[in-house]
């Protein structure tokens, strides 16, 4: 899927998340050790382990959801540390896709989709929608857009919440 990109100072190809030797401890278990990982511009790659391996617990630190112990992690040349402000900025721009796919079931598909480009990134409605219903168009369920998620089956929800993180809704960092 191609995208365009008219905030950011990265070219196609540049870093644009790195993660240096991270270090994670719940209590006495180290669940991060030594954890490094850099993406460029435009790369899609997949994270894939057994289960409690640390793999959600890793994509929580790259949005600041998870504190770290040691390393350091920078997004978009904007390092992650305890100054809110940077983390607001990181998260401005960075959307996650959970393992638990819920939309707020008393608002229709197209108004969870607009939620966070109306809210978070301050866009006009009828532009959110407009986005809304072209990236519904592009997933083959432009007819549910007026529909609640308990009107539609799990898989169509389950569409609908990767349609923020695909185009626009953030500057393209969807983890």
């Known amino acids: ?28 278990v180290h669940v991060l050790k030594d954890v490094s990982l850099n993406v460029k511009k435009g790369e899609v790659l997949v994270i894939l382990s057994p289960s409690g391996a640390g793999k959600s617990t ?6 600041g959801l998870e504190e770290i112990q040691k390393g350091h992690i920078t997004i ?31 608002m229709t598909i197209l108004k969870n989709i607009t939620l966070a480009p109306i809210w978070v990134r301050k866009k006009p409605k009828a532009e959110a929608e407009k986005l809304a219903l072209e990236l519904l168009e592009r997933v083959g369920i432009p007819e549910q857009a007026d529909k609640y998620p308990g009107q539609v089956i799990r898989g169509t929800t389950t569409t609908c919440c990767h349609c923020p993180s695909t185009r626009d809704a953030t500057r393209n960092h969807a983890i």
Not at 1 to 28: A, L, P, R, Y
């Open 1 to 28: 899927m191609e995208q365009t990109d008219t905030n950011s100072n990265i070219n196609e190809g540049e870093e644009i998340i790195s993660c240096v030797t991270i270090n994670k401890w719940f209590g006495h």
């Open 58 to 63: 890793f994509i929580r630190t790259i949005n």
């Open 76 to 106: 978009d040349g904007i390092s992650l540390s305890h100054d809110v402000k940077d983390i607001d900025l990181i998260r401005k721009e960075t959307g996650m896709v959970f393992q638990q796919f819920n939309l707020f079931p008393h």
